[in-house]
């Protein structure tokens, strides 16, 4: 059979391909459209794999939680263009495997890309979104659960934050005030338990290296070191940050302004770049 231009614009409509590619896809499926739909994704995933050692450092990140803000999602998918990451499509699409990702609420990317959307699955909607812009992309996934989530969104879909508190009630805003906080601040941990012994080591090394060469006394360099970490922990821990809307504060202080009981028991903060 012959394939019309009504077919073709059809196809394109469909799923955002050029005009020469829909053509091809719709002659060697011989006007079958759901095999030309699965022609031209298979065509968007071999780009994909040419463009493997581009750099994909644009794209946009989206934060969701759902209605009873006990479950949050963040999606990140990096482009190597801005101008696809500016594009409504890709918007669109990203925003569907997000809610997609809030709706299933997996465990892993893994389990992500089987869940259900309009174009059958993510993995679907991805290779959409391949097959239409023709450039690398990668999706990074994270996920938060506890009795209160909220999430922040910076600077225009460049960062996503999600922030856990462990008690629900009036506190959603004082936790998107807290995801802000993260976003502006980039703490490395919620507090100082939570951070990595392989950073507190190289802070003390570097603490101590700056105070022998500051030509301090042996018997002080540890305790000078040691004085150092506290700042570290003051300046790039969560809770005892001083808070960016009352820099009198600290964060835990501002959080039990609400509770003397409340805190943030985790964070997920993802980037572009």
């Known amino acids: 059979m012959g394939v019309t231009a009504a077919d073709i614009k059809k196809l394109r409509d469909m799923t955002g391909a050029g005009m020469m590619d829909c053509k091809k896809a719709l002659t060697e499926s011989e006007g079958d459209f759901d095999a030309a739909i699965e022609l031209l994704r298979k065509k968007g995933q071999k780009v994909s794999a040419k463009r493997a050692g581009n750099e994909a450092k644009e794209g946009l990140v989206m934060a969701l939680v759902n209605d009873a803000k006990n479950r949050g999602v963040i999606i990140k998918m990096s482009s190597e263009t801005d101008f696809v990451a500016k594009n409504q499509e890709f918007v669109d699409g990203v925003k569907e495997i997000a809610e997609a990702a809030l709706a299933g609420f997996p465990d892993t990317k893994e389990d992500l890309m089987g869940l259900p959307t309009k174009a059958g699955s993510v993995k679907n909607t991805l290779d959409d979104l391949?097959?239409?812009?023709?450039?690398?992309?990668?999706?990074?996934?994270?996920?938060?659960?506890?009795?209160?989530?909220?999430?922040?969104?910076?600077?225009?879909?460049?960062?996503?934050?999600?922030?856990?508190?462990?008690?629900?009630?009036?506190?959603?805003?004082?936790?998107?005030?807290?995801?802000?906080?993260?976003?502006?601040?980039?703490?490395?941990?919620?507090?100082?338990?939570?951070?990595?012994?392989?950073?507190?080591?190289?802070?003390?090394?570097?603490?101590?290296?700056?105070?022998?060469?500051?030509?301090?006394?042996?018997?002080?360099?540890?305790?000078?070191?040691?004085?150092?970490?506290?700042?570290?922990?003051?300046?790039?821990?969560?809770?005892?940050?001083?808070?960016?809307?009352?820099?009198?504060?600290?964060?835990?202080?501002?959080?039990?302004?609400?509770d003397k009981d409340l805190k943030v028991t985790a964070f997920k903060h993802i980037t572009l770049g």
Request: avoid cysteine.
């Open 130 to 258: 391949l097959t239409k812009f023709t450039e690398k992309m990668e999706i990074s996934y994270e996920r938060l659960e506890a009795p209160m989530v909220a999430p922040y969104i910076h600077m225009g879909y460049k960062a996503g934050v999600l922030v856990a508190l462990n008690a629900s009630g009036d506190f959603y805003d004082a936790g998107r005030d807290v995801a802000m906080q993260v976003a502006a601040m980039k703490p490395v941990a919620v507090d100082k338990d939570g951070v990595d012994p392989s950073i507190i080591e190289a802070e003390i090394r570097i603490g101590m290296e700056m105070a022998r060469e500051e030509g301090k006394p042996e018997n002080l360099i540890e305790k000078i070191a040691k004085g150092k970490l506290n700042k570290f922990f003051k300046e790039r821990t969560l809770m005892n940050q001083a808070f960016v809307k009352d820099s009198k504060k600290s964060v835990a202080a501002y959080l039990q302004s609400f």
